[in-house]
């Protein structure tokens, strides 16, 4: 499965007083690679290839630490898209510090079409934007799967 | 089981452009109540009952997203601990706007002894902190389980 | 003048491995205290008294720290609105701990309509805005003052 | 006198709801180009040259903004040491998007020794760190300016 590698340094601002980085500094991590997954391919965060604008909220995230990040830290966000449903991908990220994966995240985006008032609906990822995700190698899911039904009740947060 | 409710309300700076709150937002806001219970208990973060000084680093940390929260929304983090391990404790946390659940959130933390240059040692949780925190009402576990095994050698990060 | 106090408590993800609070962390507790002097005065932030949406960017921010804030801290965000002029408002805000000011903070907003596709056009502030703020005690400025024909051309950011 | 680029692209995070970087993001921008620049000479944050431990909390900082920045900007932070006092030094940032200065951003930083419990004490700069800075060009100031004066009884924070 295609890999995007994000190379990124523990900022001073990311730290908190226990001297290591903040557990939501991570997450922020694990977003600019996707974000920059998608430049990579040719997206736009917003872009529907049309008139309408999308937005990606998450309806989860999470993330298991095995050992810190400190100030100036070089690692990398080694990002794999899991899964490819009708409407929501799922992420998996591994931070990695010198070959070693110190903490390990996952997230599952909706595709919504943002309204008046910047109200979410999820819709089906539309074509072109699924067919360049698809060739990222992530497993394509034909199906609407439990997750994808819930996900689409869920127009979720973040 | 005892809650600990922390009542907060959105700032703008917890926004971003898709017009709601950031994803990263709820988990400075569980971590927010995490806190809060401590004091509540009369525990200080850092407080081992003697000159060791203790951090509870987490080793995971997740959020499921139902619905956006907005800008000036007031919400209350429903805050109960869920496993007290013998050095760890995993929190459940609902984020409640207006009656309705709109996330929820989970995260376990090591206890762990901060050495020589800011290391981290997992440990025991020392007995004082223990009995304040068992009277929350959290269901004890006296035996190491496969979880609070791991997270020994995984002394985590955040 | 009238003064705002914005009661508040440091929280663990504003500290920094320094083991004291960001810098950073100030401008945002200076924020929050504007948006909640002007919830006190019955405004919202975006809200023109019509169908018009406007916005409030900074053209400028600074903060002067004499001594930190640490982990746990209460403290007293004393806001004071300095300056109302034609299309901007100048905020001072002293950061309080135990009767000593800490941190002397200042930003100057400016009254933007927001258009087609998010872009700002610096406004004069409508009436009934304009009548509110003036109630606070700030000293109106009822000429366009040198600063204030700058704001206009400087729609900024923030 | 010596500039330094630190070249960056704006992150989803970076944004607040007004659809444009929020204003506390600059600060961030701006402390990063200045990590990059000490570690451009070799110099570490922490580091005086043996076993003390320095520390650079801000007394100062600002920014005028001039313009905003949106997601996926791509800008430089051209930063200039401006002046470098016997206990201080402080930075000039301009923030610049396409050959255009949108932001210009300053800080001062006083020079610490970090003591027992994280104490900060305002201290000369060490030899040694002193003669990487004054190689970059900026402004010696031998002998204790006001500025400088106050700086030391204002150990500061951030």
Known sequence: MTRFTLRRRVEFADTDMA???????YFR???AAEHALLRSLGLSLFDAGGAARLDWPRVSASFDYRAPLRFDDEFDV????????QSSVTYRG???REGVVVAVGRATVVCCR?????TLRA???PARVRALLAG???????KAAPTTR????RAGSG
Chains 1, 2, 3, 4 share one sequence.
């Open 19 to 25: 001297g290591i980085v903040h557990f939501t500094a």
């Open 29 to 31: 991590y694990l977003e």
């Open 78 to 85: 080694r990002l794999r898209m899991q899964r490819l449903g």
């Open 94 to 96: 591994e931070i990695v």
């Open 114 to 118: 943002v309204g008046k008032g910047g």
């Open 123 to 125: 819709v089906r990822i």
């Open 136 to 142: 990222t190698g992530a497993k394509a899911v034909r």
């Open 150 to 153: 819930r996900s689409r009740r």
